[in-house]
């Protein structure tokens, strides 16, 4: 085999391993993806959010065919590793119902909040998904 022919093979492994590394990933944190839900999109921050301390923040915003109760209960029942405070919540909207779960580690280092929203008239489940680490 010739140089050129082993450089052009090596340029081409580096490119597969380029893009199986920007691959979708499936959580944010501990926080798992519905299954079958669609990618919209993310975003990162840093910053006090949801009264937690200042922590560096990355959310994805998922889209979900399913019934409401179906993915509030998937993400009720999901833990975190080492969480040990959660505060849920869940109020009507006009334009359906909106579930609010937050959660932190023992530590305080490690924080997670999860909003559910039903939005009837689009006929999907919004999710966001948020996970910030303490600075």
Do not use: N
Not at 36 to 49: F, I, K, M, R
Not at 59 to 66: F, G, N, S, T, W
Not at 100 to 111: H, K, P, V
């Amino acid at each position: 085999m010739s140089h050129r022919s082993r450089v052009a093979g090596a340029i081409l492994a580096l490119c597969a391993l380029a893009v199986a590394g920007c691959a979708r990933r499936d959580r944010v944190g501990d926080l798992p993806f519905y299954p079958g839900a669609s990618y919209v999109g993310s975003t990162s921050a840093v910053g006090e959010q949801f009264g937690f301390p200042p922590a560096s923040w990355e959310q994805v915003e998922l889209r979900i065919q399913a019934p409401f109760d179906k993915v509030r209960d998937f993400y009720a029942k999901t833990e975190v590793r080492g969480q040990t405070a959660t505060f849920e919540s869940e109020l009507p909207k006009s334009t359906g119902r909106v579930y609010t779960r937050f959660m932190a580690d023992q530590s305080r280092r490690r924080f997670y909040a999860v909003t559910v929203e039903e939005r009837a008239a689009l006929g999907h489940v919004s999710v966001l998904l948020r996970y910030g680490v303490a600075r």
